[in-house]
C-alpha cells in the first residue's frame, strides 16, 4: 500500500481514541513515502514520532513477566519498530539518535535488544542464525566451544526452514534478500538472545533500509528476526518453551514475508494475517486463543480493521472464518489469505491494494462480498460452536440488549453501529406457550450503499437455527416475521451491521488506508410487535 511516510499508522498509546468507518477504491496519494503529502498528518507527525518511540521503549523495557493477551502485549514490537523506521525523521536530533539504535541488528553492541557481539553463525538453504556461546544471551546448550553448534540452535534453525519452506510451498514468496547486510549470505538473518530480559519479549522482525525505496515504486523491505534463547518459563509463563519458539517463529516469520510483499501495509492485516498463520502451521499450541477476549469475536462494536491494544491479534478470527468456509489450499494453506496478500503486493508493477480493497477483491473472486461475509462472520459469532472446527473452545459474541415479551407488545431499538462492526439485539418470547405467536420485524437502516444491514437467527428450542440475511430496499427499509411462540423457540437474535468499506483515506487514523470513514454512526432502527397470526 503506497502511502506518504507521514502517514504511517499513529503509535497505539497516541491512537486509540482516534478509531472512527467505510468500501470505496481510492488512488494511492500522490506522492512517495518521505514525502509531506498530508497536511493533517504534517501536523501530528513530530507527535506520532514521540508516540512511536515511547512505546518502543516501554515494549523494551518492559515490565518483567510476559502476559499473552494482555493489555499491551510484547509481541507488537514489531509494528512498533516498523512505525518508528518510517517516522524516525520526525524526531528531534537525539531522539533520532536514539531510534536509530533500536533499529540495529541485533548484536552490534549498542543494540538495545541483544548489546553483544554473536560471533558464530549456521546456515540452512534460506535461514542463516546467529548467537554467542557465552554469557546470558547464550542459548541453551552452549558449551564455549562454536565449532558445535548448540541444540537450541539447531531446533531454531530447523523450524525456520520448515516455516519457510511452508509458506513458499503455500504460494507465498520468500522473504527479500537483504543483499550483502548480515554478513552477506543474502538468507534471513536469525539472531539469538535473552529477549525475555527485555520485559519478556517474545521475538520480532525489522529491517535495516528503512528510509529509502530499493526502487521506484517499491514498498517491499528484505527484513532480519530475533527470537528469545530459551523462551523458560520464568519469562515465558504460557505453553511450553518449544511451542512459544514455534509460534513466535511462525508469526514472525510471516512479518518477514509481509515485509516482502509491502512494509508500508496496514497495520490490522499484517497482525491478524500473522495470527492466524502460526496457527495453521501450529495448530496443536493454541496460543491464538489467547486473543479471543479482545477481538471481533468478544468485541464486535469493534471495527475489524482496528490497530490497537491487542484487538488486532484476535481479528485472526476472522480469516479463521474465511477460511473455513474457503479451505481450498495451496501446500498446507488456504489459499484465500493469499490471494488477499497478492493485492497487497507494494512492488513495481504490482496491484497494491489496502488491506479492505484487496480482501474485497479476493472475496469478489469467489463469487461473494465483504458485506455478504460479514454479517455471516457475526452471525456465526453467536453460536461459535455450530460454525468452528474449533468453536466448543470459543465464547460466543456477547448481545448488547435483551429484551423479553410476555404478550403483545412493540419495542424499538436504534443502534449506531461504526463500519465493519455489529450489535446484536436478544429478543426472547415469555410465556408466550400458544403456536400461533408471531414477531414481525421492522428495519429501517441507511441507504444500502453506507453500508446498512441486518441479520435475523431463530433458535429453537428442541436445538437448530435458522439465520437469514435481511432484504432491504435501497433506501434502507424492510421487514420479516419469525415464528415466536415459547413452545418451541427459545430466542430471536437481530444483528444490526455496518458493512462500509468506504473511507477518506490518508487522514491520519489506524483503520484501512488510515482513513476516516464515511459512514460511521449513522441510525439503524429496529421495531420488533408481537402478535398472534
Request: neutral net charge.
Amino acid at each position: 500500500m503506497r502511502l506518504p511516510r507521514a502517514l504511517v499508522a499513529l503509535s497505539v498509546t497516541l491512537i486509540l481514541g482516534l478509531t472512527l468507518g467505510g468500501p470505496t477504491a481510492v488512488a494511492d496519494p500522490p506522492a512517495p513515502p518521505g514525502t509531506k503529502a498530508s497536511v493533517i498528518g504534517q501536523d501530528h507527525r513530530s507527535d506520532q514520532a514521540e508516540a512511536t518511540l515511547a512505546r518502543v521503549r516501554t515494549l523494551v523495557e518492559g515490565l518483567g513477566v510476559s502476559s499473552r493477551g494482555g493489555a499491551d502485549d510484547n509481541r507488537g514490537l514489531t509494528l512498533a519498530l516498523r512505525d518508528l523506521a518510517l517516522q524516525m525523521d520526525a524526531l528531534s536530533p537525539s531522539d533520532e539518535r536514539v531510534a536509530e539504535r533500536y533499529l540495529l541488528r541485533p548484536g552490534q553492541g549498542s543494540d538495545p535488544f541483544i548489546p553483544v557481539a554473536l560471533p558464530f553463525v549456521t546456515c540452512s538453504a534460506d535461514i542463516c542464525v546467529h548467537w554467542r556461546e557465552s554469557g546470558d544471551h547464550a542459548p541453551n546448550g552452549s558449551d564455549g566451544d562454536g565449532s558445535t553448534v548448540p541444540t537450541y540452535v539447531n531446533r531454531v534453525l530447523n523450524t525456520i526452514q520448515r516455516v519457510n519452506n511452508d509458506y513458499v510451498a503455500a504460494g507465498y514468496r520468500r522473504p527479500k534478500s537483504d543483499g550483502t547486510a548480515g554478513g552477506g549470505t543474502g538468507k534471513v538473518d536469525i539472531y539469538i538472545g535473552d529477549l525475555g530480559a527485555n520485559g519478556g519479549l517474545y521475538g520480532f522482525c525489522s529491517t535495516d533500509r528503512p528510509r529509502v525505496l530499493d526502487a521506484p515504486d517499491d514498498y517491499s523491505k528484505a527484513a532480519f528476526c530475533a527470537l528469545d534463547n530459551d523462551y523458560r518459563p520464568g519469562q515465558f509463563p504460557t505453553n511450553t518453551p518449544l511451542e512459544n519458539m514455534q509460534v513466535t517463529a511462525a508469526h514472525e516469520y510471516f512479518h518477514a514475508v509481509q515485509f516482502g510483499y509491502d512494509f508500508y501495509e496496514d497495520g490490522w492485516i499484517l497482525e491478524s494475517t500473522a495470527t492466524w498463520a502460526e496457527d495453521e502451521l501450529f495448530d496443536d499450541v493454541n496460543d491464538n486463543r489467547n486473543y479471543l477476549p479482545t477481538s471481533p469475536l468478544r468485541r464486535p462494536h469493534v471495527p475489524l480493521d482496528t490497530f490497537g491494544g491487542n484487538f488486532h491479534y484476535g481479528t485472526w478470527i476472522w480469516w479463521r472464518y474465511l477460511t473455513e468456509k474457503f479451505p481450498a489450499e495451496v501446500g498446507k494453506l488456504p489459499r484465500l489469505v493469499l490471494d488477499v496478500w497478492k493485492r497487497l503486493d507494494g512492488r513495481p508493477g504490482a496491484p497494491d491494494r489496502y488491506s479492505t480493497q484487496g480482501l474485497a477483491q479476493a472475496l469478489n473472486g469467489r463469487g461473494t462480498t465483504i458485506k455478504k461475509e460479514l454479517q455471516l462472520f457475526y452471525g456465526v459469532n453467536r453460536h461459535p460452536r455450530t460454525y468452528y472446527d474449533e468453536g466448543a473452545a470459543y465464547n460466543p459474541s456477547p448481545s448488547s440488549l435483551n429484551v423479553a415479551f410476555s404478550g403483545a407488545q412493540q419495542q424499538s431499538v436504534v443502534r449506531k453501529p461504526r463500519h465493519l462492526s455489529s450489535s446484536t439485539v436478544k429478543l426472547v418470547p415469555n410465556g408466550l406457550s400458544q403456536s400461533d405467536w408471531r414477531l414481525r420485524l421492522h428495519f429501517n437502516a441507511p441507504d444500502t450503499a453506507r453500508g446498512g444491514a441486518f441479520v435475523v437467527i431463530v433458535y429453537k428450542k428442541a436445538g437448530g437455527l435458522s439465520t437469514s440475511l435481511v432484504r432491504l430496499d435501497r433506501n434502507g427499509g424492510g421487514s420479516r416475521t419469525v415464528p415466536f411462540s415459547s413452545q418451541n423457540i427459545d430466542h430471536v437474535d437481530v444483528l444490526f451491521v455496518n458493512t462500509s468499506t468506504r473511507f477518506n483515506c490518508w487522514e491520519d487514523t489506524v483503520l484501512s488506508c488510515q482513513g476516516k470513514p464515511k459512514d460511521d454512526g449513522l441510525r439503524s432502527e429496529l421495531t420488533a410487535r408481537t402478535f398472534r397470526s
